[in-house]
């Protein structure tokens, strides 16, 4: 059974799937992390890989950029193919004063200025947040590793390049911690269609100081956080 965007059948993808931006990342975590992954859609090239960790049976599927691109996905993922945790796994600019590069933060509100969760109930001001139990279960797995993981409200933007820098120090005084595109559309769809949904991210860069995560050690930052998500599973 197919839908428009994913060529698969049912059973194909596990309960639990982990949705990096990158098709590539998503390439990437099922050769380094997996176990027996095989690939089990590609339409557009949006890989979709399905193998187990630690025994566990999950997913890794990239998401592409954006709240259209990551919202048609995990609906797809959720009503189609039975699919009942969704795990986004991505990059983030830093907002708050306390955020460095590198850090990893969790989502456990996603603010927006999408319109996608007021069209959802009638105009109003749906609060896009964590599962309680996964956030709860990521945290936990941050710290049995030893990382020291940030936790609070994240920002997700329709635009990436702002045409006024000054917003994201606004967004500073409320205590938003990072800026991502995809989180509060995920939270929204998830509720929706009945399942659950958490996102942590790894800062790459810091949109206020400017700082940049050099490129050679992306990879370093970017593995710690799939061994979280994977440990939390
Ligand atoms: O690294 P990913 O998961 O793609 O996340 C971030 O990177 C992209 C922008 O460069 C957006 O998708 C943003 O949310
Ligand atoms: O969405 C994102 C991700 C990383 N850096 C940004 O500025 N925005």
């Known amino acids: 059974m197919s839908t428009p965007h994913i060529s698969a059948n049912v ?6 799937v982990l949705m990096p931006g990158d098709p590539l990342r998503a390439q990437y975590i099922a050769e380094n992390f997996l176990d027996d992954a095989v690939q089990v859609t590609g339409v557009r090239n949006m890989y979709g890989f399905t ?3 630690k025994g566990k049976p999950v997913s890794i599927m990239g998401s592409g950029m954006g ?15 039975g699919v009942k945790n969704i795990i986004r796994i991505g990059t983030c600019g830093g907002i708050g004063s306390d955020i460095k590069i590198r850090d990893v933060i969790f989502a456990q509100g996603a603010s927006t200025d999408s319109n996608v969760n007021r069209a959802r109930v009638r105009g109003t001001d749906f609060a896009a947040i964590a599962n309680f139990d996964l956030l709860l279960n990521g945290v936990n797995a941050a710290k ?4 020291d993981a940030k936790v609070g409200n994240v920002f997700t933007t329709d635009t990436f390049y702002q045409a006024d820098d000054t917003f994201y120090k606004d967004l500073d005084k409320l205590g938003v911690l990072a800026v991502d595109m995809e989180t509060a559309g995920l939270y929204g769809v998830a509720a929706e269609y009945g399942a659950k949904a958490m996102a942590l991210f790894t800062v790459s860069d810091h949109v206020i100081t400017g ?19 994977l440990e939390s599973i």
């Not at 691109?69 to 009503?79: D, F, Q, T």
Request: net charge negative.
């Open 11 to 16: 059973g194909d993808f596990a309960e639990t």
């Open 51 to 53: 193998g187990t960790y």
């Open 67 to 81: 709240i259209p691109s990551m919202s048609i996905y995990a609906r797809e993922l959720i009503v189609s193919f």
């Open 144 to 147: 049995d590793l030893g990382i």
């Open 211 to 229: 700082e940049a995560t050099p490129a050679d050690e992306r990879q370093t930052t970017f593995n710690e956080m799939v061994k979280i998500a």
